[in-house]
């Protein structure tokens, strides 16, 4: 779902009909309850906006109302971790930006993941100063004496340099900016009458190329589909559902007994919550018939189809790929339960763990499918390889040749037959493999509406 950026009080204590206190972007933000010292300070509790960058301004919520406190704080928090920095209006301008500023950053040794917050002039301020401070102001701000003055000598300095900065990028990012509007309209449109005639010649090529190879990938996935796609299908369709539809089962009565038990309790909650989303990891934990299950397809099953898993690709393989997504959805499950749950009151916990579990049938049904598809699309992998590509590529190799011959700086990057061969020859396959496994999606959902009926829960749609 959008979550704004913005988030605002419209009333200031005094006036009924409201006014506007600020307006905080949520991006670049982290939320906390204040602290012991901090309510003794505003008098009363509240929740504080921390930032990431220390030269952002910390904001400072009042909200002595217990109840209406945590529910805030619940939104604050989907707000920063849902919230992205403030763009130019013009799409291409904020991403030539951002590729611009990341490649800076890498130039000059700045690696590693950095958060967004602010506009562009902001963040190209934040990299100036960051850069400023590593190579210069930090060895000298290192050299005032240590005594008390300190901090606040230090403080100023930062604060002078910020208001520097910041002042000068602004200005230039400005001007920058609207001398680039001014001629956007115009570039825009010589580049489209240039890219039109090439982007139609490119359709052209697609069709040239699928023309080319159907001969040679449609009896290929006739013969996998018949030989080889639906032997593995039928051997790991059931114990994949099955795998699911359990762990869900054991999902909900884990998480079921706990608020029985009025484990879930306010006091309580974070810990059972944590301590349950390491426990659906364990072998023996909540979801261990879905394991259980997976497992006898690798270890039985699997045996009668070994002799088909080709490229690398083994039982155990398979085994880890199910159990991998089968604990994805299961964490996720409860992760999407703490949040909507720890706001509200305990006597409504049923309700919400009921949605969830509703929402988790959902996505199994998603996911059973991908999962199988995963396991089909590495088991062609390797033919797919020897006997379409390569002999494909062979047919539009003199064409290639062709374009490449072409005296015109990035032609061949544009006409790149080669990648234009494995779009169309993977499209065609994950057509095919959709295809295979939607003759047997009726019976999967078959089984999960049989087991929400079980549970009590209501079955969404897909």
Same mark, same amino acid.
């Given at each position: ?10 009333? &200031?204590?005094?006036? !009924?009909?409201?006014?506007? =206190? ?10 906390? *309850? ?12 509240g ?22 406190? =945590? !529910? ?25 930006? #951002? ?13 590693g ?18 850069? +400023? ?18 901090a606040?000598?230090? &403080? ?42 090439? +982007? ?27 030989? +080889? +796609? ?16 359990l ?15 009025? *484990? ?10 944590d ?25 039985? #099953?699997?045996?009668t189809?070994a ?9 155990y ?9 089968l ?28 949605h ?6 959902? #996505?199994?049904?998603?996911m059973i ?20 590509? =390569? ?6 190799l ?13 032609l061949?990057m ?32 078959t ?11 209501k079955?969404l749609?897909?």
């Amino acid at each position: 779902r959008q979550v704004s950026t913005q988030s605002t009080w419209d009333h &200031d204590g005094t006036s !009924e009909t409201g006014k506007l =206190k600020g307006t905080i972007y949520a991006a670049g933000y982290r939320v906390h *309850e204040f602290s012991a010292d901090e309510a003794l300070e505003f008098g009363e509790q509240g929740i504080k906006f921390v930032p990431w960058s220390y030269r952002r301004r910390t904001w400072y919520i009042k909200c002595g109302d217990d109840k209406e406190r =945590k !529910e805030w704080l619940g939104v604050f928090e989907t707000a920063c971790y849902k919230s992205v920095a403030p763009h130019d209006e013009d799409a291409c301008i904020a991403q030539a930006f #951002d590729v611009a500023l990341r490649n800076t950053r890498w130039n000059f040794w700045f690696w590693g993941w950095w958060g967004q917050a602010g506009g562009e002039a902001e963040r190209l301020g934040e990299f100036i100063l960051d850069l +400023l401070d590593r190579d210069i102001v930090d060895a000298i701000l290192d050299g005032v004496p240590n005594n008390a003055a300190k901090a606040m000598t230090v &403080d100023l300095v930062r604060k002078t340099i910020g208001a520097t900065v910041k002042g000068a990028v602004s200005g230039a990012w400005t001007s920058s900016v609207t001398a680039v509007r001014s001629l956007s309209t115009s570039i825009q449109s010589s580049v489209k009458d240039l890219l039109t005639p090439l +982007l139609e010649k490119q359709k052209e090529f697609k069709n040239t190329i699928v023309s080319k190879i159907s001969g040679t990938v449609n009896p290929f996935l006739a013969d996998k589909g018949a030989n +080889l +796609l639906k032997p593995v299908l039928n051997v790991i369709f059931k114990p994949v559902t099955d795998a699911f539809v359990l762990a869900v089962q054991g999902f909900h009565s884990h998480f079921n007994g706990k608020i029985a038990s009025n *484990e879930f309790a306010a006091a309580r909650f974070q810990t059972t919550l944590d301590y349950s989303d390491w426990q659906m990891d364990w072998w023996s934990g909540p979801i261990h018939q879905g394991y259980v299950v997976v497992h006898r397809m690798y270890s039985d #099953d699997m045996a009668t189809i070994a002799s088909l898993l080709v490229g690398g690709l083994t039982p155990y393989t398979v085994y880890n790929m199910v159990c991998d997504k089968l604990k994805l959805i299961i964490h996720r499950a409860v992760f999407t339960f703490g949040s909507l749950a720890k706001s509200i009151a305990e006597s409504e916990l049923p309700s919400v763990l009921s949605h969830v579990t509703s929402l988790l049938f959902h #996505d199994i049904l998603i996911m059973i499918k991908s999962v199988i598809a995963a396991v089909l699309t590495a088991i062609l992998s390797s033919p797919l390889n020897e006997l379409v590509l =390569k002999p494909c590529k062979e047919l539009i190799l003199p064409l290639q040749e062709t374009i490449d011959a072409i005296p015109i700086p990035g032609l061949s990057m544009l006409f790149d037959l080669n990648k234009m061969l494995e779009e169309v020859v993977y499209n065609v396959r994950d057509g095919a493999l959709d295809a295979l496994i939607s003759a047997s999606f009726s019976d999967i959902k078959t089984t999960v509406s049989v087991a929400c009926a079980e549970i009590g829960v209501k079955a969404l749609s897909v």
